[in-house]
Nanobody, 126 residues
Framework: VQLQASGGGLVQAGDSLKLSCATSGRTVSNYHWGWFRQAPGKGREFVAAIRRSGDITYYADNVKGRFTISRLNAKNAVYLQMSGLKPEDTAVYYC????????????????????WGKGTQVTVSS
């Protein structure tokens, strides 16, 4: 599975941004999907995830209510709509995919995901 994240940029606090993750070679609905981020000097942090079924989503507490993960099968893409951005949201954002069966207990663990795209930089100025 080849993944390509895009949509990052430099925005001001309070702005919105929508990240996209395009896939090639595989059907997006066959995988569970996650978004992670990594700030300078920090480890990779879970942001949001969506189950293969598309009907269950998960969010980190610090983005809940501000970020929305979604999937569009027709475009074979996964999205992360981010609103109310804060300077602490500044990071490189990565999309990831997995076909693991035991997803509900592992969705927020980066090691669960076997496929990763190159990240896209999001910078939020205060």
């Amino acid at each position: 599975v080849q993944l390509q994240a895009s949509g990052g940029g430099l925005v001001q606090a309070g702005d919105s941004l929508k990240l996209s993750c395009a896939t090639s070679g595989r059907t997006v609905s066959n995988y569970h999907w996650g978004w992670f981020r990594q700030a300078p000097g920090k480890g990779r942090e879970f942001v949001a995830a969506i189950r293969r079924s598309g009907d269950i989503t998960y969010y980190a507490d610090n983005v809940k209510g501000r970020f929305t993960i979604s999937r569009l099968n027709a475009k074979n893409a996964v999205y992360l709509q981010m609103s109310g951005l804060k300077p602490e949201d500044t990071a490189v954002y990565y999309c990831a995919a997995t076909s693991t069966a035991s997803y509900s207990s592992r969705y927020n663990n980066a090691e669960t995901y076997g496929y990763w795209g190159k990240g896209t930089q999001v910078t939020v100025s205060s």
